[in-house]
């Protein structure tokens, strides 16, 4: 007996969606839709973009979805067509700031902590993502991809587009930063 379509694997939905099944893209999109979004909101700090861009991505990874050469591999796939779709974002977002002003964005403050405070779990959230925000994109990002969503460092260097050695340095350099802003 065959298994329904929403517990199919993502490699078998790739293969089914390419033959034409936009009942098995929908699973995949309804799968990987908060994770995506989550990621995106991350990166991009906003999400109304964020919510945008998902939509985005979607519609690139379907047009696309020829050109993912081992349908195993569409978590990372999807997470690297996230990637290049906030960076273009993020892009295009500081050639307008720049056109409107040459002022530098304001960074975002982080509360300090007294020694011996012990914090809600609330609060505690709220430091670690006042402290990711401050960290530059690509640090963020690969610290997020690590993390959050469990991905290994190889997979980590496909979305970001860069030598894994460079990944590695991004999550533990962004890890040390991270310390430093948190006061740790």
């Given at each position: 007996m065959a298994l329904p379509i929403a517990d199919s694997s993502d490699a078998?939905?790739?293969?089914?969606?390419?033959?034409?099944?936009?009942?098995?893209?929908?699973?995949?999109?309804?799968?990987?839709?908060?994770?995506?979004?989550?990621?995106?909101?991350?990166?991009?700090?906003?999400?109304?973009?964020?919510?945008?861009?998902?939509?985005?991505?979607?519609?690139?990874?379907?047009?696309?979805?020829?050109?993912?050469?081992?349908?195993?591999?569409?978590?990372?796939?999807?997470?690297?067509?996230?990637?290049?779709?906030?960076?273009?974002?993020?892009?295009?977002?500081?050639?307008?700031?720049?056109?409107?002003?040459?002022?530098?964005?304001?960074?975002?403050?982080?509360?300090?902590?007294?020694?011996?405070?012990?914090?809600?779990r609330a609060e505690s959230k709220l430091l670690v993502e006042q402290a990711l925000a401050a960290l530059p994109a690509e640090q963020r990002e690969a610290i997020i991809l690590k993390v959050y969503r469990g991905f290994r460092f190889t997979e980590i260097a496909k979305i970001q587009d860069c030598p894994v050695s460079t990944a590695k340095t991004r999550v533990y350099s962004g890890f040390e930063q991270l310390k430093k802003l948190m006061g740790i």
């Amino acid at each position: 007996m065959a298994l329904p379509i929403a517990d199919s694997s993502d490699a078998v939905l790739v293969r089914r969606a390419r033959d034409g099944s936009t009942e098995a893209f929908n699973v995949l999109v309804r799968r990987w839709e908060q994770k995506i979004y989550s990621h995106l909101a991350h990166l991009i700090g906003r999400a109304d973009d964020a919510f945008d861009l998902c939509q985005e991505v979607f519609i690139s990874a379907y047009t696309h979805l020829g050109q993912l050469r081992d349908p195993e591999r569409f978590p990372p796939w999807l997470f690297q067509i996230a990637h290049n779709t906030a960076y273009s974002h993020l892009r295009r977002i500081r050639e307008q700031a720049a056109e409107v002003s040459e002022g530098e964005p304001p960074q975002p403050s982080l509360r300090r902590l007294a020694d011996g405070t012990v914090l809600e779990r609330a609060e505690s959230k709220l430091l670690v993502e006042q402290a990711l925000a401050a960290l530059p994109a690509e640090q963020r990002e690969a610290i997020i991809l690590k993390v959050y969503r469990g991905f290994r460092f190889t997979e980590i260097a496909k979305i970001q587009d860069c030598p894994v050695s460079t990944a590695k340095t991004r999550v533990y350099s962004g890890f040390e930063q991270l310390k430093k802003l948190m006061g740790i």
